[in-house]
């Protein structure tokens, strides 16, 4: 019998999911039907990931039940979810760097040839090879299966794992947060993707923060918050001020307030700089940049253009080879990072689980990575306990970090306060130099309007802000002046006045130079 699209195809039942101080998911009630793209939406800590773990296999539910066609099912393992066609792609992929992409995919299903009594079997590579090239064809997930993934784009990884699923025969794909760390380009790219899976009878739930998208590709809306169903609608029915309302139980205010820049010395300046990638090819070109305390400097581009290369360099993670960097007039060209900390600098990184927190430490430990060695933490060598808590009770509670305590690991915490933490580590320092690379990166419209405020008032305070952002959006909210970045040079730079997503836009894909008209306007001469 054949199914129609709006049957019910996967139904959870009063699902109740407790931690340790926490209540992740109360009692919820969810359905599924077939074909359809359903969007689970809600703030960090919402418990959408939480719930789709549950169906998932890595967690059990407390309480409540799962039924799948109508029958009720138990999900002990993700064994247990492939058997029953349910496929995961997590927001932290789940694939081994140093293997090929076919090796990633038949990984726990390797198939074999020579089976024979005395004989050792051999990997069928190539009848896996030819698997995925169908499946890849069929689907649009363009990837080569024997590239090694970590030469993969963030892109083509997460096509890796799409491409895992439905070799392993997942009808019902679960993609946690799929857009977090891609491009634009490669977010119409997965949505082109999912489109085509939904054609071939797949279904997907899709769990996501970015209203923007959720109306594009949504069929269904499913709001969580605080760990229970707001409601269920369509995007046909409802605005992104609604959503972003029934998400954080107040009005959010999706667009950036803030006061004309008052511009004032020269903090940071770029002269010439040269910096090479991890495969010694020259990633910065001769970026020259100016920016003033009191002033956002936002930086656009598509990803992979040497935005990584040069923050790096700049906080101290990266050799520049030539060029210099001055900040207050001081040659700080390959200082190392505390010596640039102690000048003033702040660093909100793009990747918060490498580069920003120590996630085996506490909360409260995390607070105090630049100043630990400072006093009123630390006395003659000796840590203060005491003025660490009262740092931590003080910051969770001025920045929203919501953790059930300053002393569990800052592993536990969703991925929006985690970066919660960062930013309170960083703007309760004094700061002459803020350097920020994708700050509201997987995070919901709560935590983005709580991070810019702060971003701006740390402008308003008088600190100059670099700030490297794919979000469009967020760059022309944020930034008083734009340099679009293209192949490892700044080729326009502009006034935000006299910036909107079609200028930075040609930029960004190298046309400058085809734009005469443009560049007069603008006063560019490429």
Do not use: W
Not at 14 to 25: C, D, M, Q, S, W
Not at 213 to 234: C, F, M, P
């Amino acid at each position: 019998m054949k199914n129609n699209k709006n049957d019910i195809l996967l139904r959870v039942k009063e699902i109740t999911k407790r931690f340790p101080g926490v209540l992740a998911n109360d009692k919820i009630n969810f359905d599924l039907r077939h074909q359809e793209i359903h969007c689970l939406l809600g703030e960090n800590g919402a418990g959408k990931t939480t719930l789709m773990n549950i169906i998932y296999g890595l967690y059990q539910q407390d309480e409540g039940e799962i039924f799948l066609n109508n029958t009720p099912v138990e999900i002990k393992s993700p064994n247990d979810a492939m058997r029953l066609g349910i496929g995961m792609v997590h927001q932290h992929f789940m694939l081994v760097p140093v293997m090929t992409v076919v090796e990633n995919i038949m990984l726990g299903t390797e198939k074999t040839r020579g089976l024979k009594i005395g004989q050792l079997s051999k990997l069928d590579r190539e009848k896996v090879n030819r698997e995925i090239r169908e499946i890849a064809s069929q689907h649009n997930l363009r990837v080569n299966p024997e590239a090694v993934v970590q030469d993969l784009s963030v892109g083509e990884a997460q096509r890796v794992e799409i491409l895992k699923m439905l070799y392993k025969g997942a009808q019902i794909l679960i993609l946690d947060e799929p857009t977090a760390v891609l491009t634009p380009q490669e977010t119409d790219e997965l949505f082109s993707i999912m489109r085509s899976l939904i054609n071939e009878g797949k279904t997907i739930i899709f769990i996501t923060h970015k209203l923007k998208e959720v109306l594009a590709v949504a069929d269904r809306i499913t709001v969580l918050r605080n760990g229970k169903v707001v409601g269920t609608t369509s995007p046909d029915k409802t605005t992104m001020e609604e959503l972003a309302n029934m998400m954080v139980g107040r009005e959010v205010i999706l667009s950036v307030k803030k006061k004309p820049a008052r511009p004032a010395e020269q903090v940071l300046e770029l002269i010439d700089l040269h910096i090479l990638d991890n495969r010694k090819i020259e990633a910065i070109r001769g970026i020259s940049i100016k920016i003033r305390a009191g002033e956002i400097y936002g930086i656009a581009g598509v990803q992979g253009n040497g935005q990584k290369e040069l923050i790096e360099s700049l906080t101290g993670l990266r050799k520049i080879n030539t060029g210099n960097v001055f900040m207050r007039g001081k040659d700080v060209t390959n200082a190392n990072t505390r010596s640039l900390i102690n000048m003033g600098m702040g660093h909100i990184p793009e990747d918060r689980q490498k580069y920003g927190l120590i996630l085996a430490f506490s909360v409260e430990d995390n607070l105090i990575l630049q100043t630990y060695y400072k006093t009123p933490f630390s006395n003659h060598g000796l840590i203060n306990p005491q003025a660490i808590h009262e740092n931590a009770s003080r910051l969770v509670k001025e920045f929203d970090v919501r953790t059930p305590s300053i002393f569990i690991q800052v592993a536990n915490l969703s991925g929006g306060n985690q970066q919660k933490v960062i930013v309170a580590r960083e703007l309760s320092r004094p700061l002459d130099l803020l350097i920020i690379n994708q700050p509201t990166r997987g995070l919901d419209v709560g935590s983005i309007e709580f991070i810019h405020n702060r971003i701006i008032q740390a402008r308003d305070k008088g600190a100059a802000v670099l700030l490297v952002s794919a979000e469009l959006d967020e760059i022309l909210s944020l930034s008083d002046r734009i340099g679009v970045i293209y192949r490892g040079q700044i080729v326009a730079e502009m006034d935000v006045k006299k910036a909107d997503r079609e200028t930075l836009g040609f930029y960004m894909a190298g046309l400058s130079k085809k734009q005469p008209e443009l560049n007069k306007k603008l006063g560019i001469i490429p």
